[in-house]
C-alpha cells in the first residue's frame, strides 16, 4: 500500500500570501492517479485538483498542482479568506483509494 | 448535478452492525463510468476508503480495504438508485464520520453530507 505524507502539518499564512503544500509517496504514483481535496469544518472534502495538475470544475484558477513520480505540490497563488482549510492529496491503485493526513492552513 | 443523500443511526452498539444508505440523485447507481464508494474519517485514522460497488458489462463489482472485508459489505439497490453500507461486529474504534461518494476511477467527484456513527453501549 502506497503511503502520502504531507508537509508542512500546519502552514500559518496571512491573506494575498502564496501557499505551497507538498505530498510525498512512499513509491512512484501514476500522476492521473493523483489528487487533491479541501475541507473546511463540518463538510465533506471538496475535490479540488485531480491527475496532478487539472483543475475541478468551478476551482478558482489560483489553485495548480504539480509534480510526478512521489513528489507532488499543491500551489495556492494568493490566499483568499476563504482558502484556509485543511487540504488532502489522495492517490488511487486499484482497487483502493489512500490519502494523506492533511495540511491545515491557518491565518497568521 | 449529482447529489448523494445519506441516511442511518447515529449511534450503534458494540458488536452489532452499522448500517448507512446513500441515496442517488442526477447519476445512476448502475452508470457504466461511475463507482459508487464509502469513506470514513476519524481523528485517529483521517480519511479511509473503506469499499466500492460499481457495474460494468452487466455484472456488480465490489472491492473491499482489506482492514474490513471480513466485516463489511455493499450494496447497490437499482430500484431505489441507492447503495449501502453494512458493517458488522463494530467497536468503538469504528467510530467515526462515514462518507458515501462517487468516484470516476482515480479521484473522488461528489461526495455526500456524512453521517457521525458512534459506537457505543
Known amino acids: 500500500e502506497i503511503v502520502l505524507t504531507q508537509s508542512p502539518g500546519t502552514l500559518s499564512l496571512s491573506p494575498g500570501e502564496r501557499a505551497t503544500l507538498s505530498c510525498r509517496a512512499s513509491q512512484s504514483v501514476s500522476s492521473s492517479s493523483l489528487a487533491w481535496y479541501q475541507q473546511k469544518p463540518g463538510q465533506a472534502p471538496r475535490l479540488l485538483i485531480y491527475g496532478a495538475s487539472s483543475r475541478a470544475t468551478g476551482i478558482p484558477d489560483r489553485f495548480s498542482g504539480s509534480g510526478s513520480g512521489t513528489d507532488f505540490t499543491l500551489t495556492i497563488s494568493r490566499l483568499e479568506p476563504e482558502d484556509f482549510a485543511v487540504y488532502y492529496c489522495q492517490q488511487y491503485g486499484a482497487p483502493l483509494y489512500t490519502f494523506g493526513q492533511g495540511t491545515k492552513l491557518e491565518i497568521k | 448535478q449529482v447529489q448523494l443523500q445519506q441516511s442511518g443511526p447515529g449511534l450503534v452498539k458494540p458488536s452489532q452492525t452499522l448500517s448507512l444508505t446513500c441515496a442517488i440523485s442526477?447519476?445512476?447507481?448502475?452508470?457504466?463510468?461511475?463507482?459508487w464508494t464509502w469513506i470514513r474519517q476519524s481523528p485517529s485514522r483521517g480519511l479511509e476508503w473503506l469499499g466500492r460497488?460499481?457495474?460494468?458489462?452487466?455484472?456488480?463489482?465490489?472491492d473491499y480495504a482489506v482492514a474490513v472485508k471480513s466485516r463489511i459489505t455493499i450494496k447497490p439497490d437499482t430500484s431505489e438508485n441507492q447503495f449501502s453500507l453494512q458493517l458488522n461486529s463494530v467497536t468503538p474504534e469504528d467510530s467515526a464520520v462515514y462518507y458515501c461518494a462517487r468516484a470516476t476511477v482515480a479521484d473522488i467527484d461528489y461526495w455526500g453530507q456524512g453521517t457521525l456513527v458512534t459506537v457505543s453501549s
Open positions: 442526477g447519476d445512476s447507481v448502475s452508470s457504466s463510468s461511475a463507482v
Open positions: 460497488t460499481y457495474y460494468r458489462s452487466n455484472k456488480w463489482y465490489y
